[in-house]
């Protein structure tokens, strides 16, 4: 009898015990959860947006934190010295106006600061603060995102509260870039100075010392839980126009389809996911959403090694750029999400900025097959039996590479495939997930598309096709090590003295009408005498919000959706 | 009792050593973890030099181990390549809500698969039983993402139009403005929850069958029942009981198996938990995590399989006193003695 109890009284516990820890665990864990808003009480005057790229810490200048979304969430609480704005120009923000050359030798710029600009704390915004920013990033204990720009700088130069001036070590066209987009905050010393600037902003934007939000925008950071959520409340001090939204939540969104369900689901007011085919129509087909697009400075192109046998020959890439469907891929990779999509044109200038020419409408946009077999006719390639030309015992058979799981790209691989094999050239898919990583830096690819991410002003850019920026081979082993040299990114081995030249003379030239002109005569040069870089398209954005949500003006520069958050509104 | 956990214990200790130091080698094997930061402009040659030492990757490997373990079993965990938080604190955050993600499935897991495989064993080739074999089947073939993204549908589409409000939701742990709130960490915890309990109730409910089957065929079932013993007390005293050995044990070997289970639920539903800590750590190669991670979860396993041990001890008196002949032979007459007893047990 003893023993049947005995062995009631053990299977009593296997069963229950499990059930009884699941519970403590549940209350344990809830309480464990809870944080000390946790009571408070719940607020539907949120607007709650789904962050793809949840910020990993707050500070954007630092390699950590630099990236879009970190931009976007932390962007309205510091305030530039320039604002980017949706059609790619320069509004000054805490400068009074725009930056001025005061005398070419030595190059040297002056900018004034707004009288009104003030952190949250009350105190004025200096050009003291300026000069603390530029040290902190020219200090090599600090880990910034990118010193190369300021580098240029020889001497700063603070003349009064109000004014300080840059003295270059030669003529630096784009000076404005120093001070716009959202690396490039401006640092409050009296807050920052004597702090680990590599660690004091990763949780907050805060005093250190007293944990209270400092700002210099609409918004403040009113706290970071890393992994979960970032709320921003309106900065009451902001020195302009005050923010009506009594308070912005970001929360992480990791998977895509979960995101576009919890928009449907009313758990998020806002997403901005990556472009994907068919998200516009599961973002219009809520109730009472919105639905937005920009066409942005990133752009889609096909690469073509000009050293590979082949493709050595410009008659060869010319013929591809000929054939090139790039009114079908814009018709069925883009058009989706946004109805102005069009093929673009250039490769320094994007669609809509004043200084844009199509130099590339020479390749007609819906791909020519006869004239494209017409140029390799005469160049001496012909069909074999297989249908691929061959010349010398050199066939036209390549290698097409991509990111695999990019949807988007996949897609117009396809197009292009289907339609190269019309003029005799064959293009086998190799994709992978680390292709940029690895194969392009090893130079082991054929062709290959991806994206350039650029900005307003394209200066960033001439490392793409200047001769001397063609990084050196790198083997696929040191490639996965990161032994490489990543100085360039001429990865199609550009050679042209005359690109070079143009190139160079940009960022001497301050007359903005002459700089324009002679990134053009560079991208004309690149599309008749290069031809390794085929531009598709822009890429564009995708923001889906409820209708409840006014003032929403996309912007898909640096600067990105929240750039206008003062003047949001939210009717619940 | 507490010899036998002990020496279950001492086992253990060997058994994380050598799976910390394979899958230690196993991180390693996956290259230079700096790797992808090397070639970053954005990080200098001094913050490069500055985080080898930190992370003891300029010393031979075994040292590394060494001084990993070291740091480890010491509480320094270091801090994240990403996020520059103590690991022991992302680690320490992620294991509760993953914890009370998986107590939960355990706990309503358990007493459906029970209910199943007890109701499908006594109505053996029933309607019911046939329904049964089909949701395994269902539950074994059904990819958990995949289910996850049906659960979601659902909700959207259907439940919340039937219902024109949120009953559950699609993400996260809680509503912004609702944390703390027991009800609404609640409807957020239904769709992992059930997603998660979708393979573990099909396995398991399988596993109670077969188990049931087998001792209702026994000769001690079919004594008691000659007896005329009421069938309802022969199902739940006599049947179940022994039924639930085996299962209780492949329970809690389970509930270690879960943690990998996790990984894709928690990141399809925003849960803050350890699958999504590892699944960042892993796209964003950061190693400290990732050590942390696998070493945590050896950790949760090992203690799952010691805790299936003494749950079958405590069920089975022949497992926890194995080692001496004596008491060998004590138990087997106790277990033969107890199954008679069961057996000739008063109606």
Redesign the interface.
């Known amino acids: ?1 003893r ?2 109890k005995a ?2 009284r ?2 009593l ?3 229950i015990l ?2 009884v ?3 403590a ?2 209350t ?3 309480g ?4 000390p ?8 005057q ?1 607007i ?1 947006i789904g962050a793809e790229q949840f910020p ?2 707050l500070n954007d200048m630092t ?2 934190g ?1 990236s879009d979304w970190t931009a976007m969430v932390a962007g309205p609480a510091l305030a530039r010295g320039y604002k980017l704005l949706p059609d790619f120009s320069y509004e000054p923000w805490i400068f009074d106006k725009d930056c001025a050359v005061v005398t070419d030798s030595p190059f040297t710029v002056s900018c004034t600061i707004r009288p009104e600009a003030k952190w949250s704390d009350g105190v004025p915004i200096t050009a003291n603060d300026f000069k603390f920013t530029y040290d902190t990033i020219m200090n ?2 600090n ?4 010193r190369d720009l300021y580098s240029k700088i020889t001497e700063f130069n603070v003349i009064s509260p109000a004014e300080f001036q840059m003295v270059f070590k030669e003529p630096f066209a784009p000076f404005r870039e120093l001070w716009a987009g959202t690396s490039t905050t401006v640092l409050p010393r009296h807050i920052l100075e004597g702090q680990n600037f ?2 004091v902003w ?2 907050c934007i805060c005093d250190p010392k007293t944990k209270k939000p400092i700002a210099s925008g609409p918004m403040l950071v009113q706290s970071f839980t ?4 970032v709320v921003l409340v309106p900065n009451t001090n902001y020195w302009g126009k005050q923010a009506s939204v009594p308070q912005v ?1 970001f ?5 895509s ?3 576009i ?2 928009f ?4 998020v007011d806002m997403i901005y996911p990556q472009n994907q085919i068919g998200i516009r129509k599961k973002i219009e087909s809520v109730d009472g959403a919105k639905y937005t697009s920009s066409l942005g400075p990133s752009w889609e192109h096909f690469d073509m090694l000009s050293s590979v046998k082949g493709l050595d020959d410009i008659n060869v890439r010319k013929a591809i750029a000929t054939a090139m469907p790039r009114q079908q891929i814009v018709d069925r990779v883009v058009k989706d999400a946004n109805d102005n999509a069009q093929v673009l044109d250039n490769v320094m200038w994007m669609v809509d900025q004043q200084a844009y020419q199509p130099n590339w409408d020479i390749y007609p946009h819906s791909g020519d097959v006869d004239a494209a077999n017409k140029l390799l006719d005469d160049a001496g390639w012909v069909k074999g039996s297989d249908g691929v030309r061959a010349k010398g015992g050199v066939k036209l058979s390549f290698r097409v590479g991509t990111t695999s799981g990019n949807q988007a790209r996949e897609l117009a691989q396809q197009i292009i495939q289907e339609q190269m094999k019309k003029i005799g050239v064959e293009l086998t898919i190799k994709n992978s997930p680390d292709i940029l ?1 690895v194969n392009l ?1 090893a130079y082991d690819f054929d062709t290959i598309m991806f994206a350039w991410v650029g900005s307003p002003d394209p200066f960033s850019n001439n490392i793409i096709w200047l001769s001397g920026a063609s990084p050196k081979p790198c083997s696929k082993a040191d ?6 040299d ?1 100085s360039g990114l001429n990865y199609t081995k550009v050679n042209d003295p005359q690109v070079d030249a143009l190139l160079n003379a940009t960022d001497r030239e301050t007359d903005p009408t002459k700089r324009a002109a002679l990134y053009n005569q560079a991208d004309a040069r690149l599309s008749t005498d290069s031809v390794t870089v085929i531009p598709l398209f822009q890429k564009p954005t995708q923001l889906g919000y409820k209708g409840t949500i006014g003032g929403v003006v996309d912007n898909p520069t640096q600067d990105g959706f929240t750039w206008n958050i003062e003047d949001w509104t939210y009717s619940g | 009792m507490i010899a036998f956990i002990g020496r279950r214990l001492l086992v253990a200790v060997p058994v994380v050593l050598l799976a910390t130091f394979l899958l230690f080698a196993l991180v390693s094997a996956r290259g230079d973890p700096l790797a992808k930061y090397r070639h970053d402009p954005r990080y200098s040659e001094q913050t490069l030099k500055n985080l080898e030492h930190e992370y003891h990757l300029d010393e031979p490997f075994v040292q590394q181990y060494g001084d990993w373990l070291g740091d480890f079993v010491q509480g320094d965990w270091h801090s994240s390549f990403v996020t520059q938080r103590p690991v022991s604190d992302m680690v320490g955050e992620a294991v509760w809500n993953s914890v009370l993600l998986i107590g939960t499935t355990l706990v309503f897991a358990v007493s459906l698969a029970l209910l199943i495989g007890v109701v499908s064993a006594v109505r053996r080739y029933s309607a019911f039983d046939y329904l049964a074999t089909g949701f395994s089947y269902f539950g074994f073939s059904m990819p958990d993402f995949f289910f996850a993204l049906l659960l979601q549908l659902f909700v959207v589409f259907v439940l919340q139009d039937a219902l024109g409000v949120n009953v559950l939701y699609v993400q996260g742990k809680y509503s912004v403005g609702s944390e703390g709130d027991v009800v609404n960490l609640a409807q957020h915890m239904v769709l992992p929850v059930l997603t998660l309990m979708l393979t573990s109730v099909a396995a398991w409910s399988r596993y109670q069958r077969d188990s049931m089957l087998e001792v209702l065929d026994a000769d001690y079932i079919r004594t008691a029942r000659a007896k005329g013993v009421p069938r309802k007390q022969i199902i739940r005293r006599h049947a179940l009981r022994n039924a639930l050995v085996p299962f209780v044990t492949v329970v809690a070997i389970d509930a270690g198996v879960l943690l990998g289970g996790v990984v894709v639920v928690e990141s399809v539903f925003s849960w803050p938990g350890m699958g999504l800590l590892f699944y960042d750590a892993l796209q964003k190669d950061d190693y400290p995590v990732l050590l942390a991670w696998m070493a945590v979860a050896t950790i949760f396993v090992v203690v799952a399989n010691i805790v299936a041990d003494v749950l079958y001890g405590l069920l089975d008196p022949r497992i926890r006193v194995q080692g001496t002949r004596r008491s060998v032979r004590r138990a087997e007459r106790d277990t033969a003695e107890a199954a008679v007893r069961a057996a000739e047990a008063p109606a």
């Open positions: 009898m023993t049947t062995r009631t053990r299977l516990t296997a069963l499990p059930t820890v699941g519970a665990l549940v344990g864990s809830v464990a959860g809870a944080t808003s946790a009571k408070a009480p719940k607020n539907q949120a709650v990993p810490v390699s950590q630099n090599p204990k880990d910034v995102v990118t590599n660690k990763n949780n890393p992994g979960q959520k939540v929360v992480p969104m990791r998977d389809n979960t995101e369900n919890a449907r689901n009313g758990e990583d830096s490639a996965k090590k990161g032994n490489c990543y």
